[in-house]
């Protein structure tokens, strides 16, 4: 496979579940709100907002535009589901597991999911040179 095929084939892979789950932020408002923690303001309008920004940043990786500047506040959005979202959600699980360590895997398997994605974001971000078109890998 050429090589521009496999920098897009993997812009795209990396965008969907992104753009899929900021289309979920929209359709699965409900859900979304019995994830969030008491400290999290604004319910269901910080949940469509979200789903915005996700919609946003995966737009912007597929057509290459902004990549720098989206992957770089996509790790931020990550990093604050991760200690907003995931970190009291692991907590609560083990408080509740009494002991069983089968009930913490879920929330910690999620947390783990969203740390790798900030990885990959500020990956992509780091990679791209201001004022490219494309980045050297991307």
Avoid: W
Wanted: aromatic share 14%; proline share 4%; hydrophobic share 60%.
């Amino acid at each position: 496979m050429h090589m521009k095929n496999l920098t897009l084939t993997g812009r795209i892979l990396f965008a969907l579940p992104f753009f899929v789950m900021g289309l979920n932020h929209f359709f699965m408002v409900d859900f979304f709100i019995g994830k969030l923690t008491s400290f999290i303001p604004g319910a269901a309008f910080t949940i469509m907002l979200t789903g915005i920004f996700l919609i946003a940043a995966a737009i912007s990786i597929v057509i290459k535009k902004y990549i720098k500047l989206a992957c770089s506040l996509l790790a931020l959005l990550l990093f604050i589901f991760v200690l907003s979202i995931h970190i009291p959600n692991l907590v609560n699980a083990i408080q509740e597991s009494s002991g069983d360590k089968t009930a913490i895997m879920p929330p910690f398997v999620t947390m783990l999911k969203d740390i790798g994605l900030m990885g990959g974001a500020l990956f992509i971000a780091s990679i791209y040179k201001k004022g490219e078109n494309e980045a050297a890998f991307f």
